[in-house]
């Protein structure tokens, strides 16, 4: 219960929920752009990292995909993503954007928790733009 406004965060950004390692896998295969969203109860996701999501979404430039999986809530599906980006440190909540299956750019917690959502959303379009121009 505690999680579904949480969740609503974002999926009504259009957003969808990876809730299995089978998800994960399918949405990180695909081919173009996805942004994998690790989800999260603390502060820093509910007033920094969901809001700046959601304006970044907005941007002319954006992922052909983009969803999230929930720390604490998806724990297969968070597991096999951080499986996946095995070579950076687990952090909650943080940012993957893929091309073509491949991470290209990452947001840890470090980088959102010393920033206000306008500054995490223009990090994010900037990313958008670099890896998302069509």
């Known amino acids: 219960m505690l999680l579904i406004p949480m969740r609503e965060d974002l999926t009504r950004h259009g957003v969808e929920e990876a809730r299995t ?9 695909e081919s173009g752009t996805v942004l994998m969203v690790t989800n999260s109860v603390c502060g820093c996701a509910a007033g920094k ?9 907005q941007h002319a430039n954006r992922p052909d995909k ?12 968070v597991a096999r993503l951080r499986e996946i980006l095995s070579d950076v440190p687990p952090s909650s909540p943080s940012l993957a954007l893929f091309q073509n299956g491949k ?7 470090r980088d959102i928790e010393q920033r206000d959502a306008f500054q995490i959303a ?10 998302c121009a069509k």
């Not at 983009?66 to 599906?77: C, R």
């Not at 223009?122 to 890896?131: I, K």
């Open 49 to 57: 990292a969901r809001p700046a999501i959601g304006m970044a979404l």
């Open 21 to 29: 390692p089978a998800d994960v896998d399918r949405l990180v295969a």
């Open 122 to 131: 223009t990090m994010l379009t900037a990313a958008f733009d670099q890896y």
């Open 103 to 109: 991470p290209v750019y990452i947001m840890h917690r």
């Open 66 to 77: 983009a969803a999230t999986v929930f720390a604490g809530g998806d724990v297969a599906a």
